[in-house]
């Protein structure tokens, strides 16, 4: 009898310790292979950028966007797959900005396009002498007597020597966000900004901007112009400061609509009420077709949870991909979704995002205690043989910034950022700026980090860091 007994407990323990005596090593090489080999994430993209293309809110390649990728976590067995309602901004382009430089000698076409959220000029265009400067400083010296009347050509560069690039583009954006805003007040009719582009090209790069409350009638409108035209602008001004400048834009805000955060959902099978998420955005700006801001990010995080399932993992938490809806002309989605889930009294306790392009995957940044990090240096070893190096305190992503507590862990995915920008917001972020192998090492790293987090835990004793 107690034989028997013995043989059963036998076969029990060595029955489960076959199924869960996995090392993390083991499991990291089963995720990195499942993605290299039979990953999804390449397929997603393509479809997404070829037979949707671009996304900006409330467009019609948006609502496809919305329907293709519900439609496609729905086929991948998940517990819960739904939509969440939320009122988008609607801004259109138009017809084909037309710019030139006129000159004694002439005139030459210049690259613009209109601002995310700019108004129009007049219909036939607007002219003007143009005033060059580098920030608002410079601005404000000029005063109304030298810009009033005129266009405000914004021409500071992204810093080259900075090699975190995304730090660059920051220290360069306030003149794309607020740069008609703040021309507006010293009288100027017009804004031109340099294009947030670390090369010299000929592709206007667009994005964001605000007119905070400044009332109709006083809004000017914004447009970029790229890095090779901003040069010869420039350069045409010192030879002579009298040149004017021509552009014709018929961009238009539209009312709200309709739009959805896409969600998909593992149910933990420990603690059903924590929730880990992953995702990206799934709007993109209009130029190109936003392959890399942000295709990668939305069909990284859908295989995230296509890994997790194929390898068998069934995780202690609630794991949820959010594709983000609105995430560059507004963060509503972003915002909904962390409104939400206050609402419903959510716990989350991870989020993590991949919005900084489909490169070669560095490693994260992270937004948590002192506790969490010190718990994910202690995994460095497992990352190493992936070439993941990369474990910073700092930002995460826009959309989960909302989730921020005082416990939580928020991260972000840290691709190579070298050429990010080349094709940030522009014509050429497409489908062929991404390496399938690349935007799959990526999937595999962000499943990897949460596969520890779910399986270990967040460290919630100490301090939040200060960043
Ligand atoms: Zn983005």
Known sequence: MRCIRTAILVFCVLFTTNLFSQTDEEIFKNIYK?????????DWLNYLSN????????????????????????????????????????WVRGAK?????????????????????????????LKSAVVEVHDFQELKALGKEKVEGKIVFYNRPMQPDVIQ?????????????????QAAKYGAVGVIVRSMNLRLDDLPHTGSMTYEN???????????????????????????????????QNCKQLKDVLSYNVIGEITGNEFPNEYMIV???????????????????VVQSMEVLRLLKEIGIKPKRSIRVVLFMNEENGLRGGNKYAEEAKQKGENHVFALESDAGGFTPRGFSFDCTDAAFNQVLSWQ???????????EKGGSGADVGPLKTNTNVLAGLRPDSQRYFDHHHASNDTFDAVNKRELELGAATMTALVYLFDKY???????????
């Open 34 to 42: 499942s993605s290299l080999t039979n990953g999804k994430s390449y």
């Open 51 to 90: 037979q949707i293309g671009s996304r900006l809110s409330g467009s019609l390649g948006a609502e496809r966007a919305v329907a293709f990728t519900k439609q496609e976590l729905e086929k991948l067995g998940l517990d819960n797959v739904w939509l969440q309602p939320v009122m988008v901004p609607k």
């Open 97 to 125: 900005e037309y710019a030139y430089i006129k000159s004694a000698k002439g005139t030459t076409t210049v690259n613009i396009c209109a601002l995310g959220g700019s108004v129009a000029t007049p219909p036939l265009g």
């Open 165 to 181: 690039t995304f730090e660059a583009y920051g220290g360069c954006v306030n003149q794309r966000y607020e740069g008609a805003l």
């Open 214 to 248: 400044l009332p109709v009638d006083k809004r000017i409108p914004s447009a970029a112009i790229s890095t090779n035209d901003a040069e010869l602008l420039s350069t045409m001004l010192k030879l002579d400061p009298s040149i004017e400048f021509f552009f014709r």
């Open 279 to 297: 995702g990206g955005h799934l709007d993109s700006w209009d130029l190109g077709d936003g392959s890399h801001d942000d295709g990668a990010g």
């Open 381 to 391: 070893h497992l990352f190493k043989p992936y070439l993941i190096y990369f474990f």
């Open 457 to 467: 835990g967040v460290n919630t004793m100490v301090n939040r860091l200060k960043n």
